[in-house]
């Protein structure tokens, strides 16, 4: 028994360190993208590098709509919600398909056994206000908003348009196709942590070893009185409830952090963190990439060599930072 509820919180405790792992990777490659383009603001252009920063900062709220249900959504036919038609985008929902689902499993075999296209399941449509985040955070240049919406992966299609802005920088001397190559890693990266969420999203615990646990455990205490009542007579009730809970507890936990982004994990604030270190704070931040111009560097001329004034005297110049030695 101590086996198998060991076992179930290890693997439980390790899909939300892993987890926790990929929003790590998703903060970090946005703030390394955020700084790439800054440093190349000039090179990019200051209206594509202001697009790249608004749908940098729409990636993780659309990641965290598809791995979780989505809240800010309503159902079109719901008539306790009053929608706006004019403020309003009308879309289906994001949501990854599990591998425990057996009407997709069976859409999938009759596809690959007659060899058809898939068939257009009619989806319940959805609508949210363009005045909430993320979707007042999209560029309203280049009608994105409403492309977006018609895409059946959202953050997939948002790692696919900063890619294509970022290709689109024309080359020049301080840019050429290493710096595009950084920036679009820093976009794979992204791309990555997808799959990695719904990876942990999609893939349930077997529910067979779920199902074996919790009928040992149940089995253990409900023999555990008929040991107990020989030595503890009265005090057998209180202590089999305490071992009960604690034990229950454990399984209670393992199977709440299993899936770490169905509340375990606070992603409201991480997603609020990306948003302000991209797009929130950039006045302040981009002061950091302003150098003072007009400030010349000191020069410093130093003789090596004889002094005497032969010829086999060298002479240095130091200016600022680069120095030349011999």
């Given at each position: 028994?101590?086996?198998?509820?060991?076992?179930?919180?290890?693997?439980?405790?390790?899909?939300?360190?892993?987890?926790?792992?990929?929003?790590?990777?998703?903060?970090?490659?946005?703030?390394?993208?955020?700084?790439?383009?800054?440093?190349?603001?000039?090179?990019?252009?200051?209206?594509k590098?202001?697009?790249?920063?608004?749908?940098?900062?729409?990636?993780?709220?659309?990641?965290?709509?598809?791995?979780?249900?989505?809240?800010?959504?309503?159902?079109l036919?719901?008539?306790?919600?009053?929608?706006?038609?004019?403020?309003?985008?009308?879309?289906?929902?994001?949501?990854?398909?599990?591998?425990?689902?057996?009407?997709?499993?069976?859409?999938?075999?009759?596809?690959?056994?007659?060899?058809?296209?898939?068939?257009?399941?009619?989806?319940?449509?959805?609508?949210?206000?363009?005045?909430?985040?993320?979707?007042?955070?999209?560029?309203?240049?280049?009608?994105?908003?409403?492309?977006?919406?018609?895409?059946?992966?959202?953050?997939?299609?948002?790692?696919?348009?900063?890619?294509?802005?970022?290709?689109?920088?024309?080359?020049?001397?301080?840019?050429?196709?290493?710096?595009?190559?950084?920036?679009i890693?820093?976009?794979?990266?992204?791309?990555?942590?997808?799959?990695?969420?719904?990876?942990?999203?999609?893939?349930?615990?077997?529910?067979?070893?779920?199902?074996?646990?919790?009928?040992?455990?149940?089995?253990?205490?409900?023999?555990?009185?008929?040991?107990?009542?020989?030595?503890?007579?009265?005090?057998?009730?209180?202590?089999?409830?305490?071992?009960?809970?604690l034990?229950?507890?454990?399984?209670?936990?393992?199977?709440?952090?299993?899936?770490?982004?169905?509340?375990?994990?606070?992603?409201?604030?991480?997603?609020?963190?990306?948003?302000?270190?991209?797009?929130?704070?950039?006045?302040?931040?981009?002061?950091?990439f302003?150098?003072?111009?007009g400030?010349?560097?000191?020069?410093?001329?130093?003789?090596?060599?004889?002094?005497?004034?032969?010829?086999?005297?060298?002479?240095?110049?130091?200016?600022?930072?680069?120095?030349?030695?011999?």
């Open positions: 028994l101590g086996l198998l509820l060991v076992f179930r919180t290890n693997s439980a405790y390790q899909r939300f360190a892993e987890g926790r792992k990929i929003w790590e990777t998703i903060i970090n490659s946005s703030r390394d993208l955020y700084r790439m383009i800054m440093l190349y603001e000039k090179e990019i252009g200051m209206d590098r202001r697009r790249v920063q608004k749908l940098l900062a729409t990636f993780p709220y659309l990641l965290r709509h598809r791995i979780r249900p989505n809240l800010v959504m309503h159902r036919d719901d008539s306790q919600f009053e929608r706006d038609p004019g403020n309003s985008l009308l879309l289906y929902q994001d949501q990854g398909v599990k591998e425990d689902d057996e009407e997709a499993a069976a859409l999938a075999q009759t596809e690959e056994a007659t060899g058809h296209s898939r068939r257009k399941q009619r989806r319940p449509l959805f609508w949210v206000d363009k005045r909430t985040l993320p979707w007042r955070l999209f560029p309203s240049d280049d009608g994105a908003l409403e492309k977006c919406a018609r895409a059946q992966n959202r953050p997939l299609w948002i790692c696919d348009r900063i890619a294509q802005e970022l290709r689109t920088v024309p080359d020049g001397p301080e840019f050429t196709n290493r710096e595009r190559c950084i920036l890693s820093h976009v794979d990266k992204l791309s990555h942590c997808i799959g990695g969420a719904e990876r942990i999203h999609q893939t349930v615990v077997p529910l067979n070893y779920a199902r074996h646990t919790l009928r040992a455990l149940t089995v253990w205490l409900f023999s555990l009185p008929f040991v107990l009542v020989k030595d503890l007579k009265l005090l057998t009730g209180p202590v089999v409830f305490v071992m009960s809970w034990l229950f507890g454990v399984f209670e936990v393992s199977c709440a952090i299993e899936d770490p982004f169905q509340g375990t994990l606070r992603l409201s604030i991480l997603c609020d963190t990306i948003r302000r270190d991209v797009l929130g704070d950039e006045h302040i931040r981009s002061t950091a302003r150098l003072k111009s400030l010349k560097s000191s020069s410093k001329t130093y003789t090596t060599g004889p002094t005497d004034g032969s010829q086999n005297a060298t002479t240095i110049t130091k200016s600022g930072l680069d120095s030349s030695f011999e």
